[in-house]
T-cell receptor, first 110, second 115 residues
Framework: KNEVEQSPQNLTAQEGEFITINCSYS?????LHWLQQHPGGGIVSLFM???GKKKHGRLIATINIQEKHSSLHITASHPRDSAVYIC????????????FGKGTKLTVNP | GAVVSQHPSWVICKSGTSVKIECRSL??????MFWYRQFPKQSLMLMAT?????????EQGVEKDKFLINHASLTLSTLTVTSAHPEDSSFYIC???????????FGNGTRLTVT
C-alpha cells in the first residue's frame, strides 16, 4: 500500500462545478503539499500546510492531522483548471524527502 | 514569486552520449535543490537531494556515477546523465527551496529522449 493515496484517480467535471480531490496518508508528517502539474509537465506548488485550512482564490486546501487526510477543493471550476493534482507529504524526522501520491487527473469541460 | 528556470525543456540524444540539464533559481538563493524523474503516468520519484557546496544525497537505486549532480552555487544545480541509454528516456524535473520547511519551487522540466 502506498504511503500517500489519492482519490479519485481521474475526474471529469463541467465548468462551474465544485471539485474535491482527496489525499490520505499513513505516516506521520511535518507538512503536506498540493501541487498542480500542467499537460506540458511544469509543476506549480499550490499549498503547503501542516494544519487547518488555506485558501487562495478559488482553491481551498484542508488537512485533518488526526485523520491523516487532506482535501483540495476548487470552486467554480474552469477548463483552465484541467491538470494533474498531486499530493505530497514530508515525513516527520527532518527528512527532506517528499513522498508523492500518484496524482488526480482533472478535466473540466466547457 | 520565486522562479526556477530549467534548461533545456526537451532534448533528444543518441545512446552513449551525455546530457546536462541545468536548474537555476532566478530570484532567490536555493540552499537545497531536488532532482526528480517521472515516467509516463507515474508519480514523481526523487532521484537525489543536492545541497550547495556538498555532495548530493542519492536515493536508493539511483546510480551516482550515471546521474552526476553538481550544486556549485546557491543558484545553480546541474544533472548530467552520462552514457545515456533509451531506458533513461524520461521527464526530469528539479525543485528548489530557500531553507527548512519553506515551499518548493519547481522548474518546468526536461523531457529526455534517448535514441
Amino acid at each position: 500500500k502506498n504511503e500517500v493515496e489519492q482519490s479519485p484517480q481521474n475526474l471529469t467535471a463541467q465548468e462551474g462545478e465544485f471539485i474535491t480531490i482527496n489525499c490520505s496518508y499513513s505516516v506521520g508528517i511535518s507538512a503536506l503539499h498540493w501541487l498542480q502539474q500542467h499537460p506540458g509537465g511544469g509543476i506549480v506548488s499550490l499549498f503547503m500546510l501542516s494544519s487547518g485550512k488555506k485558501k487562495h482564490g478559488r482553491l481551498i486546501a484542508t488537512i485533518n492531522i488526526q485523520e491523516k487526510h487532506s482535501s483540495l477543493h476548487i470552486t467554480a471550476s474552469h477548463p483552465r483548471d484541467s491538470a494533474v493534482y498531486i499530493c505530497a507529504v514530508r515525513r516527520v524526522g527532518g527528512s527532506e524527502k517528499l513522498v508523492f501520491g500518484k496524482g488526480t487527473k482533472l478535466t473540466v469541460n466547457p | 514569486g520565486a522562479v526556477v528556470s530549467q534548461h533545456p525543456s526537451w532534448v533528444i540524444c543518441k545512446s552513449g552520449t551525455s546530457v546536462k540539464i541545468e536548474c537555476r533559481s532566478l530570484d532567490f538563493q536555493a540552499t537545497t535543490m531536488f532532482w526528480y524523474r517521472q515516467f509516463p503516468k507515474q508519480s514523481l520519484m526523487l532521484m537525489a537531494t543536492s545541497n550547495e557546496g556538498s555532495k548530493a544525497t542519492y536515493e536508493q537505486g539511483v546510480e551516482k556515477d550515471k546521474f552526476l549532480i553538481n550544486h556549485a552555487s546557491l543558484t545553480l544545480s546541474t544533472l548530467t546523465v552520462t552514457s545515456a541509454h533509451p531506458e533513461d528516456s524520461s521527464f526530469y524535473i528539479c525543485s528548489a527551496r530557500v531553507r527548512g520547511h519553506s515551499p518548493l519551487h519547481f522548474g518546468n522540466g526536461t523531457r529526455l529522449t534517448v535514441t
